[in-house]
T-cell receptor, first 116, second 111 residues
């Protein structure tokens, strides 16, 4: 299996521009998570989906952030307009169906976003 | 709510030294506990896990025991290598499917 795929791996943009990050979860996984990692705030959960439906978006910092999952094999995280404080590494993770304590998440390599 | 408290870093050790990274948690019910590792430039990957009290998770020479009485899940390794240099995250899985992560501990092993 190819694992969780994220694109692009690096993105440099200017303040005010729209940024779209993409994620392909592992086939057969029914949960998808978006995280943001910074030195100051560590690893933060932004939003997660189950069977393509958003379950909890309480971690999304503000209305400039939006996430979609149009099908089981694709998700996007969009920032519009972007600001320098959005600079971070964004991770996507997925987990497989299961009962009880099936919490293992498989992480992608991340997208390093720099907003100038 | 659930929370994880991890030993502050960074930790610097010489090769073959003994490693302990402390992790304690607060949770309702009986959570699962995890250690994830992040190598430079990569995403997090599962290192080991334990799903019930007194379970010991182990992998690549690392061990951690789920201690319900002390609400702890400390990570240990008897002899670290330079290749173990990474950031280590303790995490808790509760009734919902998301994980609660600690703040991470940077480990550097010197030759």
């Amino acid at each position: 299996d190819a694992g969780v795929i994220q694109s692009p791996r690096h993105e440099v943009t200017e303040m005010g521009q729209e940024v779209t990050l993409r994620c392909k979860p592992i086939s057969g996984h029914d949960y998808l998570f978006w995280y943001r990692q910074t030195m100051m705030r560590g690893l933060e959960l932004l939003i997660y989906f189950n069977n393509n439906v958003p379950i909890d978006d309480s971690g999304m910092p503000e209305d400039r952030f939006s996430a979609k999952m149009p099908n089981a094999s694709f998700s996007t995280l969009k920032i519009q307009p972007s600001e320098p404080r959005d600079s971070a590494v964004y991770f996507c993770a997925s987990s497989q169906p299961g009962t009880g304590k099936s919490h293992e998440q498989f992480f992608g390599p991340g997208t390093r976003l720099t907003v100038l | 709510g659930n929370s994880v408290t991890q030993m502050e870093g960074p930790v610097t050790l010489s090769e073959e030294a003994f490693l302990t990274i402390n992790c304690t948690y607060t949770a309702t019910g009986y959570p699962s506990l995890f250690w994830y590792v992040q190598y430079p430039g990569e995403g997090l990957q599962l290192l080991l896990k334990a799903t019930k009290a007194d379970d010991k998770g182990s992998n690549k020479g690392f061990e951690a025991t789920y201690r319900k009485e002390t609400t702890s899940f400390h990570l240990e390794k008897g002899s670290v290598q330079v290749s173990d240099s990474a950031v280590y995250f303790c995490a808790l899985g509760g009734s919902a499917r998301q994980l609660t992560f600690g703040s991470g501990t940077q480990l550097t092993v010197l030759p």
